[in-house]
């Protein structure tokens, strides 16, 4: 797929913006500062409903304006069809596809794909297991769109579920006698809903290895293996750690792979967790197992990425993650509809040395579309050559 026709109202530091784009290549150059990245960060969020700089919406919004509009044309297998998301800070985002409102923004979900390579993939190795859950959750939600609901779901039954285990703990500590009905109910929603997610996202790993590890030797000197496990709380969660005592990681891999990519032995495991932490889930007021516990683990051979990996290796493993995601999503399999995605760049290769940057260019020159942004235009490899969009002041002049 790709997006012919771009147009922001009051986005970031764009009143308003239009731009016409082709297939194939298109570099965004201009100095620091003057809207490169805040072009294609519109895309970004249009196909996750995340931006790769902020967690909060507010800063997508202009400042002074009241809300901000994102349109884009995409077209998919000759077809065009319309997306529209406006973003209202601190609301709920509305969004219509050819333009029918629909009922909730997510619907909109995988309309669009994108797979977006940043310098702040670089925490995706290096940084807090959250990044890496994110990682897993929009991947997820561009496969399988009606995920997008049970993500929302899951994190709505835990904030209702921790504020019940908060009261829970003040009742207990003022003596009052509890009645846990309350909370069995909510144990057996965060159990469905839970349960969705983690066989999901153990699916998608499995999936994703074989390409990521395909995809760190062509990006490294190849010299280890690049892997990854999904290490499950629930697993850990009924005494095992999965921990030597020396604090080194134990074998790579969880407990039972297999077990885990079916949702209803997850959930079983998920309510029988539960049980047996209910008196320090009272206690610590917080829902201690489930997905948003869960850890995506990375390994370069049997070392652990996070701690042990040099800056050039994380590097390769962070590049290796998004051109597996890539692989996956246009990938021509039976587990999920397969449509290349637009590939975003935001200023990815001054970040890179000679090698990985060219072996990067080399990777995703065939790719249908190719969206990069660098401040200066030698920063785009000679096999990227393509169209040229100057941007300057929050003006965007396509150039050739
Ligand atoms: N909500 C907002 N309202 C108004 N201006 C904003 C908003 N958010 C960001 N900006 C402005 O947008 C500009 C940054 O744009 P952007 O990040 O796209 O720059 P860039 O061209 O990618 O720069 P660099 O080369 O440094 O990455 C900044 O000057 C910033 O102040
Ligand atoms: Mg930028």
Redesign the pocket.
């Known amino acids: 797929m790709y997006v012919s026709d771009l147009a922001l109202t009051d986005f970031?530091?764009y009143p308003e913006v239009l731009l016409a784009l082709d297939p194939g290549v298109t570099a965004f150059v201009?100095?620091?500062?003057?809207?490169?990245?805040?072009?294609v960060?519109s895309l970004g969020y249009l196909a996750t409903f995340s931006s790769h700089r902020v967690s909060a919406d507010a800063?997508?919004?202009?400042?002074g304006a009241q809300r901000a509009i994102i349109q884009a044309k995409v077209v998919r297998d000759g077809r065009s069809s319309l997306l529209e998301l406006e973003v209202v800070a601190g609301k709920a985002n509305r969004a219509r596809f050819n333009r029918s409102p629909l009922p909730r923004a997510r619907d909109l979900a995988g309309r669009l794909r994108t797979v977006l390579f940043a310098p702040e993939d670089l925490s995706l190795v290096k940084g807090d297991p959250e990044g890496r859950r994110r990682f897993l959750d929009e991947l997820l939600v561009l496969l399988s769109p009606k995920l997008a609901a049970v993500r929302s779901d899951y994190e709505r039954v835990i904030r209702q579920r921790n504020a019940l285990l908060k009261s829970a703990g003040t009742q207990r500590r003022s003596g009052t006698k509890l009645d846990l009905r309350t909370l069995d109910v909510w144990d057996d929603k965060a159990a469905v809903a839970g349960a969705q997610l983690v066989a999901a996202r153990v699916q998608l790993v499995n999936a994703l290895r074989p390409h990521l590890a395909h995809a760190y030797t062509q990006v490294s000197s190849g010299q280890s293996e690049a892997r990854m496990f999904y290490r499950a709380s629930v697993d850990r969660a009924m005494g095992s750690t999965g921990r030597s005592a020396a604090g080194r990681p134990a074998e790579p891999g969880p407990e039972d792979p297999e077990a885990l990519t079916d949702a209803g032995v997850v959930e079983a495991r998920l309510l029988e967790a539960m049980a047996h932490l209910r008196g320090k889930e009272i206690e610590r007021g917080v829902s201690m197992v489930g997905p948003h516990r869960d850890e995506l683990e990375l390994y370069l051979d049997d070392l652990p990425a996070k701690g042990y990996a040099s800056h050039g290796e994380s590097w390769s493993l962070a590049l290796g993650l998004r051109l597996a995601s890539y692989e996956l999503l246009k990938a021509d399999d039976d587990w999920h509809e397969s449509s290349e995605p637009v590939l975003i760049l935001d200023?990815v290769f001054a970040e890179l040395d000679t090698r990985r940057r060219d072996r990067l260019a080399e990777l995703i020159a065939p790719a249908e579309q190719v969206l990069i942004?660098a401040?200066v235009a030698e920063d785009v490899p000679e096999v990227l050559e393509g169209a040229r969009v100057d941007?300057m002041g929050?003006v965007a002049t396509c150039v050739r």
């Open positions: 970031r530091s201009g100095p620091n500062g003057q809207g490169k990245t805040n072009l960060e800063a997508l919004v202009r400042a200023d942004t401040a941007v929050s």
